[in-house]
């Protein structure tokens, strides 16, 4: 399983290029209110040894003294990307955090982007919201196009509610990307028709200026997981594709 410090790499991303990452979830531990089956960070029962979340003045202190010495050497960063071990939005000082960021790649790395992976979870609350229209990149994840299907890929925490998620995720008017990770195991079939139909309609709805579909990279927590090739997953989201709908597929 991954365990990333607060500030990490820049490591090399399937869709974000070179992408400096910051973990606002302990260094040791995992805070996640998914428990997803493919996570490269592992089950949740297995990062409970360390719940210290990092405070907003050690996120801009670490990031700062990174950046300084990135951009010392010329090492190129083409993201800054809040990942890390768990859902990010969940660190109760996530929009100073964001706002610190902000200003520190205007000052470091002006031409990066910085982007948010969620679970798209917190997305309507106000203050998580906002602070997520700030980033260039509001990544959001649907995997599945119910709560029966979500319980069965990202067993969500307890409330968790696949048409909740969506509502909330229309505040954007379409600026910002979906995430789908397509998988298959005796329980889940992403390229079943209850699960492809389901998410092209939610694509459809919310209109995101990108649709990113993936699939699984690294060792995942679930024995037995099957991938999908860039040409499978093309041919599930080509009606979509036919449409004029932006997506990035990878394998």
Partial sequence: MIREETVFGPIFSRRLGSSLGINLLPERGKICNFDCIYCECGWNRDGR??????????VRGDLERKLRSLAAVGTPVD???FSGDGEPTLNPEFPQIIDDTLRLRDEFYPKA????????????????FN???????PIMKIDA???????????PAQG?????VVEALKAFGGDFVLQTCMLR??????????????????????????????TIDRPTPMRGLGKFSPE???????????EGFCIQIKG
């Avoid at 602070?131 to 990149?137: E, F, Y």
């Avoid at 968790?160 to 909740?164: F, G, I, S, T």
Wanted: charge should be negative.
């Fill in 113 to 128: 982007k910085v982007s948010v992976l969620s679970n798209a979870t917190r997305v309507h609350l106000e203050s998580i």
């Fill in 232 to 242: 499978e997953m093309r041919a599930l989201v080509q009606p979509l594709i036919d």
């Fill in 49 to 58: 040894d360390d719940t210290v979340l990092p405070t907003a003045a050690k």
């Fill in 185 to 214: 195991y005796d329980g889940f079939d992403s390229s079943s028709s209850e699960v492809i139909g389901g998410m092209l309609d939610i694509v459809r709805l919310l209109h995101p200026r990108e649709w990113m579909v993936y």
């Fill in 79 to 81: 993201s800054i990307t």
């Fill in 145 to 155: 196009p119910s709560n029966e299907l979500a319980e069965r890929i990202n067993q």
């Fill in 131 to 137: 602070a997520l229209c700030r980033v260039d990149n």
């Fill in 160 to 164: 968790y509610d696949v048409d909740r």
